[in-house]
């Protein structure tokens, strides 16, 4: 059973260009997370998401990022227009249930280093 | 939210002693989670303790959990030089929240 994929596992993009960062959850497990950690900090939630359904988006700046998981294929975050304070790695993790008595464990990806210049 | 704070921030020790870390946090949680990240890695899942429990093992990891003082501590024993990492505690299930809020973890160096 493969394990949580995501790539790139490194991505560099000028400023002002697209950043496309892809995540395929572990077999069977439908609900997704999307964080992002700086150096030497610890990791901030910005998106969680189901098939098809964003179900909470309260840590994603409402401007040039965007999630989706589609009903068929990975869950993609999108973040327009780069500065270079996007630079950051991008860690998505899945779970295989959430209920009001998770959270439940999740199982991360190796993540995303995005380096903006 | 639910910050809360790991410390020490940083701790280095010599293979085979024991390493401590604490965690603490300020509202009521469903359960409370402790990861493990390797330098340029994803995070891997240690252990859960549920706001039922008290302590936890899983091998050489010991975990407790103080609902009256709202607090956690990771007891690694006898540790290695691979358990050089940084650990990070993440709690939720307030409000029912299903996400869980990390701290800035506890980097552990151990020495060979």
């Known amino acids: 059973n493969a394990g949580v994929m995501q790539n790139p596992r490194h991505l560099v993009r000028r400023r002002g260009q697209e950043a496309r960062l892809r995540c395929s959850p572990m077999k069977g497990h439908s609900h997704v997370y999307w964080y992002r950690q700086l150096p030497e900090e610890g990791l901030k939630f910005m998106v969680y998401l189901q098939k098809e359904n964003i179900i909470d988006e309260s840590g994603m700046p409402k401007e040039r990022f965007s999630a989706e998981f589609p009903k068929e294929g990975p869950s993609i975050l999108r973040i327009q227009q780069v500065v270079r304070g996007d630079s950051a790695a991008y860690f998505c993790a899945s779970s295989p249930v959430a209920d009001n008595r998770g959270p439940y464990e999740q199982y991360f990806g190796p993540g995303t280093r995005l380096t903006v210049t | 939210s639910q910050q809360g704070e790991e410390d020490p921030q940083a701790l280095s020790i010599q293979e085979g002693e024991n390493a401590t870390m604490n965690c603490s946090y300020k509202t009521s949680i469903n359960n409370l989670q402790w990861y493990r990240q390797n330098s340029g890695r994803g995070l891997v899942h240690l252990i859960l303790i549920r706001s039922n429990e008290r302590e936890k093992h899983s091998g050489r990891l010991r975990v407790t959990l103080d609902t009256s003082k709202k607090s956690s501590s990771l007891l690694i024993t006898a540790s290695r030089a691979a358990d050089t990492a940084s650990y990070f505690c993440?709690?939720?299930?307030?409000?029912?929240?299903?996400?869980?809020?990390f701290g800035r973890g506890t980097s552990l160096i151990v020495h060979p």
């Open positions: 993440a709690r939720g299930g307030s409000g029912g929240s299903y996400i869980p809020t």
